[in-house]
Each structure stands twice: as C-alpha cells, then as structure tokens.
C-alpha cells in the first residue's frame, strides 16, 4: 500500500517559517519525482516545487527564493523549507510522488498564513 503522509502545516503569521514533511512508505522513492502542490480555497492546485529522482529542482512562479525543497533517500521523505511566508501562501498543501504513469497524492496539510 502506498502512503505518504505530510505533515508540518499549522498558523504562522506573515514574515514566519514552516518546515513540511512528507513521509512515504509503499515505492521505492528514490525512483519516484517528488512533488509540493498546494490549492487556496476556491483556486485550482498549483505547482509549489519538484524535486527529481536526480533532485534536480523546479519551482512555482515566484517561489524559489523563499521556498526550498530537498529529499531524504535513506528517510523517505521529502521536505519543504517555507520563509518569508506570506498571506497568499495560504492552503492545502499536498505532497505527490510520480513515476510514469504512477502518480499519489498525500491528503495534504493546512498552512494558514496571518496578516
């Protein structure tokens, strides 16, 4: 059975940090492209970062710089370093592993971002 599991979400107010984990159980990770999306109410989800089986990275529009992702072979896990938050960083954030045509999805975690 595949899971992965996040974890790190919570209330943070604006200029504040969180740190994101997701832990995976069920693949052989290393193989998989691991991915952070996250969806704002009433908005389509939207790409935060990759991290490749190489861990090359990618970053959504304007996030690099603020947002670091990296991976843990050996752990499992997947993480997400979140600075400098802001109000519009706001949502559900999911992690989703990907290999060809296999794709999972966590069931996401709630990062609320005060004014």
């Known amino acids: 059975q595949v899971r992965l599991v996040e974890s790190g979400g919570g209330l943070v107010q604006a200029g504040g940090s969180l740190r994101l984990s997701c832990a995976v159980s069920g693949i052989v990770f290393s193989w998989y492209d691991m991915g952070w999306y996250r969806q704002a109410p009433e908005k389509q989800r939207e790409l935060v970062a990759v991290?490749?089986?190489?861990?090359?990275?990618k970053y959504g529009d304007s996030l690099k710089g603020r947002f670091t992702v990296s991976r843990d072979n050996a752990k499992n896990t997947v993480d997400l370093q979140m600075n400098s938050l802001k109000p519009e960083d706001t949502g559900v954030y999911y992690c989703?592993?990907?290999?060809?045509?296999?794709?999972?999805w966590g069931q996401g975690t709630q990062v609320t971002v005060s004014s």
């Open positions: 989703n592993a990907v290999l060809r045509l296999d794709d999972y």
């Open positions: 991290i490749s089986s190489s861990s090359s990275t």
